[in-house]
């Protein structure tokens, strides 16, 4: 094993941990968020934007060694990617290996190009939102209602319509506990003001 070999292994073997914390990290966060902790959301999406972003990176670097004799790719190759998730997937996407590319079966408006959309507007824009809406300078939609959107797209088109309705009685015994006991300050994901409805982010009066 040349000495240029093996530091090359070493450095993606390094690079690898770093991805894989950023996207355990990410996918952890995001089974910990709800409306009444919604930094996890933040530390999901901050996360796993970033570990998208370098695992694909990675996956163009590796393609290039292997059709290039395990030479490198020029510098200003990733540098023109910059933190673009969208350019990276197309360039991921458009790979002829593995035959099927398995992205290729992905379509525009399907669950997983929406979160790919997502993450990459998060990645450019979005993530400032709360800073610039402080200034009065935003112009990005606030994340947690786009993901609001999304999960409740997951929900309906994804969660069998048997799992829904099983579930439904319990939620409205819980409503009716809680309705007279409990009060709620705060907002749910998209903004709405909780005391107006139900916290929760599906409620039992939801359009199942």
């Not at 240029?4 to 941990?17: A, C, I, M, P, R």
């Not at 540098?79 to 379509?107: F, Q």
């Not at 939620?171 to 009716?176: D, E, G, H």
Request: one cysteine or more; hydrophobic letters at 40%; aromatic letters at 8%.
């Amino acid at each position: 094993m040349s000495t240029l070999f093996s530091q090359t292994h070493h450095l993606l073997t390094l690079e690898g941990y770093l991805l894989q914390g950023c996207l355990k990290t990410g996918l952890n966060s995001l089974q910990q968020g709800h409306v009444g902790n919604k930094g996890a959301y933040y530390t999901a999406f901050l996360q796993l934007s970033i570990g998208i972003e370098r695992l694909l990176k990675v996956i163009l670097l590796i393609d290039h060694m292997a059709r290039n004799d395990l030479a490198m790719p020029a510098i200003k190759t990733f540098k023109g990617y910059g933190h673009d998730l969208n350019k990276l997937y197309d360039a991921v996407k458009s790979l002829p290996d593995p035959s099927p590319n398995p992205l290729v079966a992905i379509e525009l408006d399907s669950i997983p190009a929406k979160l790919v959309e997502f993450l990459a507007k998060f990645a450019k824009n979005t993530r400032y939102h709360n800073l610039d809406s402080l200034v009065g300078e935003s112009t990005a939609t606030d994340p947690l209602a786009e993901w609001h959107v999304i999960v409740l797209t997951i929900f309906h088109e994804d969660i069998p319509q048997a799992s829904k309705k099983a579930t439904l009685p319990q939620l409205a015994t819980s409503a009716l506990l809680m309705q007279n006991n409990v009060s709620v300050v705060g907002r749910n994901l998209d903004g709405s003001d909780s005391r107006s409805g139900c916290f929760c982010l599906f409620c039992p009066r939801d359009d199942f």
